[in-house]
């Protein structure tokens, strides 16, 4: 942000709509988790269509993310954000009124278009409305409620599911009011700001001939590197969180109560981890450390949650899934925000695309999982596809230092190598 531009007080008032609004989304996307062996029931579906259910989210994400960029560009931020959320809380309120299963799809799908625009818009706002210095900061707090969110999930569900009477459709509607709750907050002290931030070369007269931000995103190479990481973390991070209650209840003979809050721990921890992951890359002025190492993590955690018996273990693992699956967040948001030529609407675009790439392989993963799993049974499906948390590895690994500490590490790194 330029020294020109005056930060405004009011931006925090932006920041806590922000955090209500990622709380209403990990809400409004895993709901269904905790509850997902009633719902099967309930039904009468086979755990692939049950992980259908979930998956759709992602899918819907994937298109629309894509589709929310653009609108962004068009409409603004703010009204796009709108739009989405108020879609988010409609489709949720009317699964607690659903006949079958196909019903619950469509009004997934209806949640997952409003999830989808809702992606572009809140890096946009951050850009707007906070510093430079403040970024790394606000992307730490703002992922780390994204993981209260997924926490509250896994600890509010089954009391809830109880509270209104064993009926997983009350569930769903009771938390689809919590979102529209949110919504109309937005609507009503939702604000957009426009700044000084412009590339060097972003020329109104010249906007014709370069084509939309999305379209300039997509070529650039750090950006494609950023998707195709979050392609491969999405896909294992998924399929986890989908299935962790369920493979606790038929594999480790746990209640519905004790592989939610088994489960718990993994938001819980990632809450914390992009809290240190923010904080980290910011002090230190570095993001790299704090991306293809981190995923490392996620990979060994994943692998022994379902390898241990023991709940000491699985906690333990569950803590190493938490830490790799978020504390790599904030910096990798900072990084897209510093890369040469970003402004706040190509964020937006980058925003959406690269999530639109991860939210693809979040789709295929728990779809393809739960049938693969009927044959090959769900543990070894679950093992089978940590490859996928290679990608995260290996592509990380080539994106650029762009902190401001990546001089003062070259410096240092260039005396040590003198002396």
Not at 181 to 186: C, I, N, Q, S
Request: glycine share 12%.
């Amino acid at each position: 942000m330029s020294r020109s531009d005056k930060l405004s007080p009011y931006r925090w008032a932006i920041e806590l709509l922000l955090l209500m609004l990622l709380i209403s989304q990990s809400l409004t996307w895993l709901a269904p988790a905790p509850i997902l062996e009633e719902i099967k029931n309930g039904l009468g579906i086979r755990l692939s269509s049950a992980g259908l259910i979930i998956s759709i989210i992602a899918l819907c994400i994937g298109v629309f993310s894509i589709l929310g960029a653009v609108v962004a560009e068009r409409v603004g931020a703010l009204r796009a954000l709108i739009i989405g959320i108020w879609l988010m809380a409609a489709g949720q309120i009317a699964s607690g009124y659903v006949p079958n299963f196909a019903a619950l799809l469509a009004c997934r799908v209806l949640e997952g278009i409003g999830y989808g625009i809702v992606i572009a818009p809140p890096g946009t706002l951050t850009m707007q409305w906070f510093g430079e210095g403040e970024w790394p900061y606000i992307n730490m707090i703002n992922f780390a409620f994204g993981y209260v969110g997924l926490t509250a999930v896994f600890r509010f569900t089954p009391p809830l599911f109880t509270a209104v009477g064993s009926s997983w459709r009350s569930v769903l509607f009771w938390y689809g009011v919590g979102t529209a709750g949110v919504a109309m907050l937005w609507t009503l002290f939702g604000r957009e700001r426009h700044t000084s931030i412009t590339a060097p070369q972003e020329n109104p007269d010249e906007t014709g001939e370069r084509g939309s931000a999305l379209a300039e995103v997509a070529k650039m190479r750090d950006v494609l590197l950023i998707a195709a990481g979050l392609f491969g973390g999405m896909w294992v991070f998924q399929i986890y969180t989908a299935f962790l209650p369920q493979y606790f209840r038929v594999f480790r003979g746990m209640t519905m109560l004790q592989a939610s809050l088994m489960t718990q721990v993994l938001p819980l921890t990632g809450m914390f981890s992009a809290t240190l992951g923010g904080i980290g890359t910011g002090m230190t002025g570095l993001r790299k450390p704090f991306t293809w190492p981190v995923a490392i993590t996620t990979l060994v955690g994943c692998a022994g949650a379902i390898l241990f018996p023991d709940p000491m273990w699985i906690r333990l693992s569950l803590i190493l899934v938490g830490i790799g699956a978020a504390g790599s967040l904030a910096a990798i948001t900072t990084l897209m925000m510093e890369l040469p030529g970003m402004t706040p609407v190509r964020v937006g675009a980058s925003m959406g695309f690269v999530w639109a790439v991860g939210y693809f392989g979040a789709f295929i993963s728990p779809f393809l999982g739960g049938a693969l799993a009927a044959h090959f049974g769900l543990r070894a499906v679950m093992l089978s596809f940590l490859v996928f948390q290679f990608l995260p590895i290996v592509t990380m690994y080539f994106l650029p230092e762009t902190g401001p500490g990546k001089t003062r590490y070259e410096i240092a790194a260039a005396q040590a190598h003198a002396d």
